[in-house]
């Protein structure tokens, strides 16, 4: 018999999508027919164009035409604002469209994947939680959970009792080290101490890191700047490496623009002479702040260099909150990357009867 | 007689728990009733040299005065992050007899003992430490402490109230913080009738007050790992900073801005001597140099003229300005008036203390 998985997480960042492409590739490769399926769609990252929700986007686009993206993911809902939209009375109805839609791609597959909401808590007070599809779907659960230091462990054993204290069968839990310290404490600690209370850990995720690059489209999205000179399809999936606010000298500021590859500089726009400094190195994007747009000559070289150029009314401050809240999504052409990361997982185990 | 006990919880940091503990505190004590405070694990990262205690216990300590020392009323400390180095799982249960009997020294000379709990319910699950563990241990009644920004933190709060029933403990009721007036709507319209559903009682919610969040130059000089150049540190030290502002933008715009705003703190780098240069003309709170660069001694001797505290800190702006996001402010001692005005008039004090 086909098995459903619920990949359910203790918050977000933790790597569900990750899970859902390589499994699902891996499993395709073992001549598996699998089906992929997303409840409810986030409204804050459904696009306009796609007409559905950035993670959704890119795993359709690893599904390919065996179903369409409506089928996929047939709900969106916003999740600071959902209250208005349904009310617990309202559910019912919404419940059936969704298991409609997943009846129908079950019947067509051997095994289906199914990715959560957010967190394992979210809409649980419509019912429309990963609690309730994972009893109807009758899927077994694995916990995504990212880690980061061992504070991250308590949302594990949190989110684990909570589970299994509504009769859900938890296959085990997937770690998802954000930084090499959290790969040693993983080692060190966190492995152990789950498996002592009988939580399987089914595999770690190592060194995703690339995956968290923002692309220059999220930082526009995140930050609501526009672009001033370049070309948006060209430069729309480039990789920022990493961010650098220009608030120093030129002199001073050359050190830290060589020492930092593939940045975002976010400064001033009557700083013509860091924007320079910046396009003379590794630079994907600067951000001129304080509605001041740049100087025809920085724009000359910003296109000879196919660096693209965005100007916003916010201050610098303001940006660089704006820039630490993004939250990234899989580009297509991180697909591999994912592939490569289920070879840390035991996926004989998922498949096995439990 | 044994006193009664109310466990403070919260969903996530920045609850307000500690504005209620204190608040909660003096009203019992204008009651004529005779209230202890006790915080069962302290965080050891927030230890201040001086007092070898957690922040909030080192406040609270100042309000109960000399009635109990402050190793009294918080007897264990352990590090948020790296606490598994600090205590085995194994040893939970002699950490739990240890907390006991500082427990029950302070309910035996008391009539209600408020218990603040930790950063969030979640904590110390790994270790069996957290605060459902807690409250069943000393039977005391749970109050969760939420701040709401928009519905997902609803699910969260549903969430620890069923996590805390599936370990039998009793509910005394929510403290909902909303962030601003669109969310005092959500909890009428939307989340109180959900919560009546589920009989959990609404206790009140704190209303924002800015000042209670900025941050004194005490706790900016530690969240950077600042160098003080000019200033008297104790003169200086409980000084608030209202706004930020980054020093990228040419001096005069940058001069516009700093105008607008009140208690601002520039930062901006050493070497940008026209920025210091203006931005001391102008009645600017605090300025931060950044990247080490150390400002020529003619501008120090300017900002002591004008009595401006300066910093000197080693990151690059990006970093700097990053961990000054993440400060936690603490209550300060001249701020008690204010935690008790929140309890005052924004709280059900019978649902509270019944």
Known sequence: MGKNIMLTSTKSGAGKSVVAIGLYLKMKEQGKNMGYFKPIGDAMTQQEKSRTDKDVSVISSVVARKFSKEEICPYFLNPEFYLE???????????????????????????????????????????????????????????????????????????????????????????????????????????????????????????????????????????????????????????????????MGAEAALKILRANVDKCVITGGDRTDIALAALDTSTKLIIFTGNMEPVPRVVSVAQEKGVPLLTTSADTFTVSEQIRRIKTHIQPSEIQICRDQVENLDTEFLLKEH | MTSKSIILSSTKRGSGKSVVAIGAYLKFKENGINPGYFKPIGDSSTIKPKNLTDKDASVISAVVARKFSQEQLCPLLLNPKFFLDEILPKESSEILEKITDAYDFIASRTDVVLIEGNHDYRQYAAVELSDAHIAKNFNAKVIICAPIAGDSDFDDVLAAVKIFRMQQCEIGGVILSPVNSTLENRIQKYYLPMMRNSNIALIGGLKSVKTLEFPTIAEILEAIDGKLLTGEFVKIKN??????????????????????????????????????????ETPISLLIFTGNLRPETSLLKKAEEKQIPTILAAGDTFSITEKLQNIHSDIQLDEIEICYEQVEQNLDWEEFSR
Do not use: W
Not at chain 1, 231 to 242: M, P, T, W
Not at chain 2, 249 to 272: F, L
């Open chain 2, 239 to 280: 000084r608030k900073i209202a706004n930020f502002v980054i020093g990228a933008m040419h001096s005069n715009k940058a001069i516009e801005y700093i105008k607008r705003k009140p208690n601002v703190c520039v930062i901006t780098g050493g070497d940008r001597i026209d920025i210091a240069l203006n931005a001391l």
């Open chain 1, 85 to 247: 939209e349904i009310l617990p009375e309202d559910a019912r109805e919404i419940q059936q469209q969704i298991k409609d839609s997943f009846s129908n791609i079950q019947n067509k597959v051997d095994h289906m994947i199914i990715e959560g909401n957010h967190s394992f808590t979210q809409y649980a007070p419509v019912n429309l939680d990963d609690v309730y599809f994972a009893k109807e779907f009758n899927a077994d659960i694995v916990i995504c959970a990212p880690i980061e230091d061992d504070d991250d462990l308590n949302a594990v054993f949190t989110c684990h009792q909570y589970l299994t204290s509504q009769k859900l069968n938890v296959l085990g839990v997937v770690l998802n080290a954000r930084s090499k310290m959290a790969e040693i404490r993983i080692k060190k600690y966190h492995t152990d101490l789950l498996e002592s209370r009988d939580i399987h850990v089914i595999g770690s995720l190592q060194n995703v890191r690339d995956l968290e690059k923002p692309t220059v489209a999220e930082v526009m999205d995140a930050t609501g700047a526009k672009l001033y000179s370049g070309d948006f399809l060209k430069v729309k999936n480039n990789l920022i490496g990493s961010f650098i606010i220009g608030a």
